[in-house]
Structure formats: C-alpha cells, structure tokens
C-alpha cells in the first residue's frame, strides 16, 4: 500500500477501494503525516499517488466518476497536497482536475473550471500556510507556493 522508498512514500490506491469509496483508509494514512513535527518536515514535496487498476482504461483519469468521487471525499478529509504531494509528479495535476474540471459533454472532453481552481488553490495556500506556520518555516512556506505555482504553469498551458 505505501512504500517508503528514503523519504519518498508512494501510495497506491487500489481498483476495488475507489469503487467502493473506501476514504477513510487512505485519509487516515495520509493523515499520520501531519502534525508530527519529523514526518512532516521530512516529507515536504515527496509523497505520490498511484491509482491502481485503470490501466487498460482509455479514458484520463478525472474523467472516471468513480475516481473524482473518491478523490474530492479524500480532499476532505486531508488537504495538505501542496505541502505533501511531489511536484514532478503528475499527481497534483490529476487531483486539480478531479475536484475542479468540468464536462464538456462532447466526446467527454474536460476543461478546468476556473472558480473551482480558484477556491481550491487559495485552500491549499491557507493549509500550507497552517503546515508551514506549525513548522515554524516561513521560507518553507514561500518556496512551496512558488513550487506549486510553476508546477501549475507547467500542467495548465
């Protein structure tokens, strides 16, 4: 389920718990991250997330109801991605698109909804800034938000 991998932890979330929006397992993984003052800092930009199980589907992955689903219950329930989650991952992205893409309705296509991205990117300034502040590493804080910034610069051209 995770691996630990020197400070780098993986996740998987599998198949069969998506389809079954089993949240609180992963929620309270992720949740034995903050606040412990060690973990958390040790951890800053080296988790990621797989899912499991979609392979062989053609489809992205925010295109699957059963993904968004158990993705924005998880957001719930842990909120630190942008303190958390690898920047050369594309599992931010994925999560962004989850919570806030929007259909089209023609062949399925996704665009970002900006007022969703707009509220969910101030969320994870105000929880990295609470992250940062429990820390005691303002630094912390201004290098993240610019991580995080580039990193959507880079997925959202």
């Not at 991605?81 to 931010?92: E, G, Q």
């Not at 296509?109 to 990117?121: C, Q, S, T, V």
């Not at 820390?135 to 912390?140: Q, R, S, V, W």
Request: aromatic share 14%; hydrophobic share 35%.
């Amino acid at each position: 389920m995770i691996k630990n991998k020197a400070n780098y932890l993986i996740m998987s979330i599998e198949r069969q718990d998506i389809e079954s929006i089993k949240v609180l397992k992963y929620a309270n993984m992720l949740n034995t991250l903050y606040p412990n003052v060690l973990t958390t800092h040790n951890l800053s930009e080296s988790i990621d997330i797989e899912i499991k199980g979609y392979e062989n589907d053609t489809r992205e992955l925010w295109q699957i109801s059963e993904v968004r689903n158990l993705i924005g219950e998880l957001n719930k329930e842990f909120s630190q991605w942008f303190y958390f989650l690898d920047k050369k991952s594309a599992i931010l992205y994925y999560i962004t698109m989850c919570i806030c893409g929007k259909s089209l309705a023609e062949k399925e296509k996704y665009k970002m909804n900006n007022l969703l991205l707009h509220d969910f990117i101030n969320d994870q300034l105000k929880n990295l800034n609470e992250v940062c502040y429990y820390l005691n590493d303002i630094e912390k804080y201004d290098e993240l938000k610019r991580n995080s910034f580039a990193y959507y610069e880079m997925f959202l051209q």
